[in-house]
């Protein structure tokens, strides 16, 4: 069914009771020329393109829990192109323009608001890097703003602008970037990609990888095995437990990232703001609750909860930034479990077994760039060639000396 | 996370005394190995889920480099010993 104005009133005249399931309930079939596993926002965006756009049809995506349940329902939200290596920017642009494009591409809303990102700076210094950034945005065709202090005030008046160690001086805008509803985008993938013949199965958990003269014939999971021509893997945060599966040795380690969301208030907060005197960045839902969230906890692991000193620093920072916080009432945290790069970078490529293709590394910057994931590594596994914005990020990098090292801050993932 | 580690110098401290370094279990290949034994052992992780052994520093107490075993699931604390006196131990 398409959504439209006219399918609203009339299942409203109907009682709404005659909405269908935005997708089928799949059985596994005993073969599929592609299974993808991991039903996240990545796996879900791939498997749609393989079908709709690389006519890739007998599909299946494999999920052990139910979809969205993984980083793509848990992430504060934030879509933006405002990288400066040239390994990353041209590949969050082109998500940025798959974004304006999705709502229309999916008939599905999902609620793309682009209210613009902001990135504080707090010395003389920070102002130079941010410069030296938005040039290296403009180099690629995005827009970007240098906001000086004056004009930020009249615009973010909330902020404190003379803390005695972090005063802001200003920030760095890019108007196009900001939100997007991040449970819609899995929705709204799996329906399309539903209405395109791929069978997505929930609750099935891929548990060994089968091959047979090197070469991968099918998975076992919760649901029997499955056989398959091509595997591919998008298992955010558990990259490394798929990939042992398959004997691959990876540059990732399984961190938690922490988000918080307050109780709902009144439209206050028109941007997403990113304080750079640590991290911290904080935007409004259009229901009202401010969604916050900061650095990782610091310490590997696969435990989807994150630690109270964490979130007390998260807190910290946020009342340094708004000083306003204070008053207001934390209504959830919640934590994901994210695969932290040894460059910050993601990694989308082949694996030495020549059918099995890895998507991973994500970090925690990987919501933004659901779209052109999906749309890179589809086009990797369909035809076996990497599509020219994701050639930066290939599996080999570290060893031919191209880390895309956004922070510089070397093969640290804690760092990133 | 538990919040406290028993530094075996310090005695019990909250773990924000400390700071990460990563994977204890690594052992530093000699100048002279392969390139892929150095990219290996500077890039590529085990990352298990379960039992690891980590560097953690007591930056904030006595400065000594300590490994920590500990489960990055369950977040159980196993051991705590000194860096120096695990690198005697593990002949490293
Ligand atoms: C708190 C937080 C805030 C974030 N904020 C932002 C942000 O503002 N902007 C941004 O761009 N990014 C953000 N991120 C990062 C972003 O959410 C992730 O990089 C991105 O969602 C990962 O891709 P995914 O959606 O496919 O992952 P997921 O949704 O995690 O999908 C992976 C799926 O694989 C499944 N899986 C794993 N193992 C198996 C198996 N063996 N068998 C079957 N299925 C399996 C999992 O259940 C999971 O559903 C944030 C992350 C967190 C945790
Ligand atoms: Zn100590």
Known sequence: ?416 | MASLITCPHCGVRPKEEFTIRGDASLVRPAPTASDETWHDYVYVRANPRGRTLEHWQHAGGCRRFLVVERDTFTHEVYSVTDGAAFARENGK
């Open chain 1, 1 to 416: 069914m398409r959504y439209s104005a006219f399918s609203i009133v009339k299942n409203a005249l109907s009682g709404n009771l005659k909405w269908k399931p935005q997708w089928r309930q799949a059985e596994p079939k005993s073969h599929y020329d592609v299974i993808i596993v991991g039903g996240g926002g990545h796996g879900l965006a791939t498997a749609y393109y393989l079908a709709k756009e690389f006519g890739v049809k007998n599909v299946a995506v494999l999920e052990k829990g139910y979809l969205g349940s993984g980083n793509v329902g848990r992430n504060t939200t934030i879509v933006r192109s405002n990288y400066m290596l040239p390994g990353n920017e041209p590949f969050y642009e082109f998500s940025m323009k798959l974004w304006e494009g999705l709502e229309r591409e999916l008939n599905y809303n999902v609620m793309l608001s682009q209210r613009g990102v902001i990135m504080l700076y707090h010395s003389d210094g920070q102002r130079d890097a941010y410069i030296r950034r938005g040039n290296a945005m403009w180099m690629e065709g995005v827009a970007a703003e240098l906001i000086e202090r004056d004009q930020l005030k009249k615009m973010i008046p909330f902020l404190n602008y003379d803390h005695a160690r972090y005063p802001i001086l200003g920030g760095l805008l890019q108007r196009r970037a900001g939100t997007a509803r991040h449970d819609a985008v899995a929705w709204g993938y799996a329906r399309g990609a539903d209405r395109h013949g791929v069978d997505i199965i929930e609750h099935c958990e891929v548990t060994a990888i089968r091959r047979e003269n090197g070469v991968v014939t099918g998975v076992e999971t919760t649901k029997g095995f499955i056989g398959c021509g091509k595997l591919a893997l998008a298992a955010a945060g558990n990259t490394s437990r798929v990939g042992e599966m398959a004997d691959l040795k990876l540059p990732i380690e399984s961190h938690v990232l922490q988000a918080f969301v307050t109780e709902g208030l009144k439209p206050c907060i028109d941007h997403v703001i990113v304080y750079g005197g640590g991290h911290f960045y904080i935007s409004q839902s259009d229901k009202g609750g401010l969604v916050f969230g900061g650095e990782i906890d610091g310490y590997t692991s696969y435990a989807q909860r994150g630690n109270l000193a964490t979130a007390e620093h998260v807190m910290e920072e946020g009342v340094t930034m708004i000083p306003g916080l204070s008053r207001v009432r934390v209504l959830r945290s919640w934590a994901g479990v994210m695969d932290m790069s040894m460059d910050g970078s993601p990694i989308i490529d082949r694996t030495p077994i020549d059918n099995l293709y890895l998507n991973c590394g994500w970090c925690y910057g990987g919501f933004k760039a659901t779209p052109a994931s999906g749309y890179c590594f589809a086009h990797l596994i369909a035809k076996n060639d990497t599509h020219p914005v994701a050639r930066f990020l290939r599996l080999d990098r570290f060893a031919r000396g191209y880390a895309v090292d956004e922070a510089g801050a070397g093969p640290q993932p804690n760092l990133h």
